[in-house]
């Protein structure tokens, strides 16, 4: 007859903990670039409009009046046309504008992914020997 200690499930239910853990740090550390990826995704776009919009803003001043027009416009035909030139590029932006954005967002996106990469490469590293400091007080051996 066999002893048994009882410590083979106890490693088993450690090890099964283990990895649901590992397993949910890589749900939350994916989550983590989704969310990321889509906030470059988007913060490119609104720039791409915004550049845009600064690009059909100067187009309209500098082509929208015509010699002999009405140069007495009100105030709220001024602001109607900035809504609208805005409103334009937003639309222009999110079908895809003039491709800037895209090549915003993939290079933001390399770059997230160089400093993603770094701190597993760092942590393969061991750490640097610790010297004492000059100021911290040294033991007496007597």
């Given at each position: 007859?066999?002893?048994?200690?009882?410590?083979?499930?106890?490693?088993?239910?450690?090890?099964?903990?283990?990895?649901?853990?590992?397993?949910?740090?890589?749900?939350?550390?994916?989550?983590?670039?989704?969310?990321?990826?889509?906030?470059?995704?988007?913060?490119?776009q609104q720039f791409e409009a915004i550049l845009i919009g600064s690009?059909?803003?100067?187009?309209?001043?500098?082509?929208?009046?015509?010699?002999?027009?009405?140069?007495?416009?009100?105030?709220?035909?001024?602001?109607?046309?900035?809504?609208?030139?805005?409103?334009?590029?937003?639309?222009?932006?999110?079908?895809?504008?003039?491709?800037?954005?895209?090549?915003?967002?993939?290079?933001?996106?390399?770059?997230?992914?160089?400093?993603?990469?770094?701190?597993?490469?760092?942590?393969?590293?061991?750490?640097?020997?610790?010297?004492?400091?000059?100021h911290e007080k040294k033991e007496d051996p007597r």
């Amino acid at each position: 007859m066999g002893t048994s200690t009882g410590l083979g499930p106890l490693n088993l239910q450690s090890s099964l903990l283990q990895l649901k853990a590992a397993g949910a740090m890589q749900q939350m550390k994916s989550a983590k670039t989704l969310s990321d990826a889509a906030k470059i995704d988007k913060g490119a776009q609104q720039f791409e409009a915004i550049l845009i919009g600064s690009w059909l803003k100067d187009a309209e001043q500098s082509l929208g009046s015509v010699p002999g027009g009405n140069d007495n416009q009100d105030s709220g035909g001024e602001q109607m046309m900035s809504l609208g030139v805005q409103s334009l590029a937003t639309s222009l932006a999110a079908s895809g504008g003039i491709g800037m954005g895209k090549m915003i967002a993939k290079a933001m996106h390399a770059t997230q992914d160089q400093l993603n990469s770094k701190p597993a490469a760092l942590a393969n590293t061991a750490p640097p020997a610790t010297t004492p400091s000059w100021h911290e007080k040294k033991e007496d051996p007597r």
